[in-house]
């Protein structure tokens, strides 16, 4: 079945840096451009960014530019984020979705938590 | 885009129908999404082109509007539809998601 499975949360210091990855099973990874949608506690949902099909064309909320990079290996079904410079605000549970214009496919989610 | 719904929260009882808003600061067209959230779990996708059920989703989840402003009715709420309800627009980047209304047991 169509699944995706998030990992590499945990809890980092501020300033840290950290690797989420994202493994796709059920459908063929690199025709489907992917996102990355975050969750702070008690908050709603927020797009962190998104990376094309080809990994040719990506994008990045303003919130998190030129801290976090997406990128994709489309050989092992894989999506990444690596986050650098982490803030208490980036404290959240880290989904990623199968997405370019609504996210129809969806993990579990991975928590980040950033305190000291 | 700013996304605003409303009611923030909706205390519907079971069998009821309830009816939630969503209003884009601008235009999107029909490009809108509803999501419902559970605790604990992931949202999944309800609607999708303001008004096109994703697939295995009941009939009764219904959505409608264009522009500026849409609505997400549940004709007959059941207990696992007691949740949070989300809109998206995917009109314009940065994607963008409402605040969430929670419909909660009456």
């Known amino acids: 079945q169509v699944q995706l499975v998030e990992s590499g949360g945990g809890l980092v210091k501020p300033g840290g840096s950290l690797r989420l990855s994202c493994a796709a099973s059920?459908?063929?990874?690199?025709?489907?451009?992917m996102s990355w949608i975050r969750q702070a506690p008690g908050k709603g949902l927020e797009w962190v960014s998104y990376?094309?099909?080809?990994?040719?064309?990506?994008s990045y909320a303003d919130s998190v530019k030129g801290r976090f990079t997406i990128s994709r290996d489309n050989a092992k079904n894989s999506l990444y984020l690596q986050m650098n410079s982490l803030k208490a605000e980036d404290t959240a549970v880290y989904y990623c979705?199968?997405?370019?214009?609504?996210?129809?496919?969806w993990g579990k989610g991975t928590t980040v938590t950033v305190s000291s | 885009i700013v996304m605003t719904q409303s009611p923030a929260t909706l205390s519907v009882s079971p069998g009821e129908r309830a009816t939630l808003s969503c209003r884009a600061s601008?235009?999107?067209?029909?490009?809108l999404a509803w999501y419902q959230q559970k605790p604990g779990q992931a949202p999944r996708l309800l609607i999708y082109?303001?008004?096109t059920r994703a697939t295995g989703i009941p009939a009764r989840f219904g959505g409608s509007g264009s522009g500026t402003e849409f609505t997400l009715t549940i004709s007959s709420l059941q207990s696992e539809d007691f949740a949070v309800y989300y809109c998206?627009?995917?009109?314009?980047?940065?994607?963008?998601f409402g605040q969430g209304t929670k419909v909660e047991i009456k």
């Open positions: 979705a199968r997405a370019l214009w609504y996210m129809d496919v």
């Open positions: 059920g459908f063929t990874f690199s025709d489907y451009y």
């Open positions: 990376i094309s099909a080809s990994g040719s064309t990506i």
């Open positions: 601008q235009g999107v067209s029909s490009n």
């Open positions: 082109g303001a008004s």
């Open positions: 998206q627009q995917y009109n314009d980047w940065p994607r963008t």
